[in-house]
């Protein structure tokens, strides 16, 4: 499975974005799906996760009520929906597939990784 990123840029703060990751592969529908993002000098962090149906989601209080996650298992895409940007928020971000139907905020439950997309906010 191959995962493509896409749709960060650089926006002011309080803008939005979203951003797409696209799977190369149908098993994409029976997979929980997660974003993570990467800071300069700092750990990956959980940002988002949603089960293989869309069924389930969770967020870390750090982006709760201002980002939400969806998916299309038909065009085999995650979206990460990013309101009200801070400048803390920026990072590259990387989308994950993980091992099973659920989503997790443990990196180490993901099997494939997208190639990760920046995302800057200005002050």
């Known amino acids: 499975v191959q995962l493509q990123a896409s749709g960060g840029g650089l926006v002011q703060a309080g803008a939005s974005l979203r951003l797409s990751c696209t799977a190369s592969r149908r098993m994409f529908s029976n997979n929980g799906m997660g974003w993570f993002r990467q800071a300069p000098g700092k750990e990956h962090e959980f940002v988002a996760g949603i089960s293989w149906n869309g069924g389930f989601t969770g967020y870390p209080d750090s982006v709760k009520g201002r980002f939400t996650v969806s998916r299309d298992n038909a065009k085999n895409t995650v979206y990460l929906q990013m309101n009200s940007l801070k400048p803390e928020d920026t990072a590259v971000y990387y989308c994950?597939?993980?091992?099973?139907?659920?989503?997790?905020?443990?990196?180490?439950?993901?099997?494939?990784w997208g190639q990760g997309t920046l995302v800057t906010v200005s002050s």
């Open positions: 994950a597939a993980a091992r099973g139907a659920a989503y997790s905020s443990d990196r180490s439950q993901y099997a494939y």
